[in-house]
């Protein structure tokens, strides 16, 4: 059986003092080690957030990661600099970072191989633009992504990735997919893992979806078979974040 999970994706949202009050009222309102919960928090709050999360079941994540270990990169964080730091998480190919940031599958798979290889664990995000999807190559482009992505990597190491379906046509629109087509991109999504690597291992990995979860659609969508939670961006940072969280519990 796998776990569920919820991850809270903050984006580029409160200050070091605003995320750790949040962070404060999460653990009071969430209170369960059924679930795995991830807040995937803005780099200069990550060390305050954990500290605040201490003994808690709530983990956190930083939201990218470069892929060398140090360097003339300019503004850029290293994969062992969140090692230092404690983090067991990093987001990696978010839609935003590949539409703004210049993120490839090339980049996405280095970081990806890079972050295994420092026992943090990728929670990698895939998925397809309205244009795709009205072109009906999302299956294709899910293909793609989820191989470049994983190149490389070994049947033992993909059962530490997290797999986020994210259609960008979803992420911060209000227009959430439906319980089926999110159910069948994550099953699709599966089974390039399964032929990749065989069913067994596929059928270990967790795949969340993500694109305008809230509390009123979470349920129905984390009660697919194929979905295992949610990568939540707008509603992770209200209060009703926690009945997401709920709607993550088993039944
Ligand atoms: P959203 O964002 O829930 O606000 O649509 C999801 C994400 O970008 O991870």
């Not at 003994?55 to 230092?84: D, F, R």
């Not at 960008?168 to 399964?194: F, H, M, N």
């Amino acid at each position: 059986m796998r776990r569920k999970m919820v991850a809270g994706n903050w984006k580029m949202n409160n200050t070091p003092a605003e995320a750790v009050a949040f962070a404060n009222s999460i653990k009071a309102n969430i209170n369960t080690d059924k679930t795995d919960v991830v807040l995937c928090v803005p780099y200069v709050a990550l060390d305050a957030v954990k500290n605040e999360l201490a003994g808690t079941h709530i983990s956190v994540a930083a939201q990218n990661m470069h892929y060398e270990k140090s360097g003339a990169y300019t503004g850029e964080i290293s994969g062992e600099m969140l090692v230092a730091m404690g983090i067991p998480y990093a987001l990696i190919g978010h839609s935003e970072r590949r539409q703004y940031y210049n993120e490839t599958d090339e980049t996405v798979n280095k970081k990806v191989q890079k972050a295994l290889a420092l026992g943090l664990k990728p929670i990698l995000c895939v998925g397809e633009s309205l244009e795709e999807r009205k072109k009906e190559v999302t299956n294709e482009l899910l293909r793609q992504q989820t191989n470049h992505a994983l190149f490389g990597v070994s049947a033992e190491d993909v059962l530490k990735v997290v797999i986020a379906y994210e259609p960008i046509w979803a992420i911060g629109t209000g227009v959430v997919a439906s319980p089926k087509q999110a159910e069948d991109a994550c099953a699709y999504i599966r089974g390039v893992l399964a032929q990749k690597y065989c069913t067994d291992t596929a059928s270990k990995v967790t795949i969340l979806y993500g694109g305008s979860v809230d509390d009123e659609n979470a349920a129905e969508l984390f009660g697919q078979p194929n979905i295992d939670g949610g990568l939540v961006g707008g509603a992770s940072l209200k209060p009703t974040f926690a009945d997401v969280v709920k709607a993550g519990l088993p039944k």
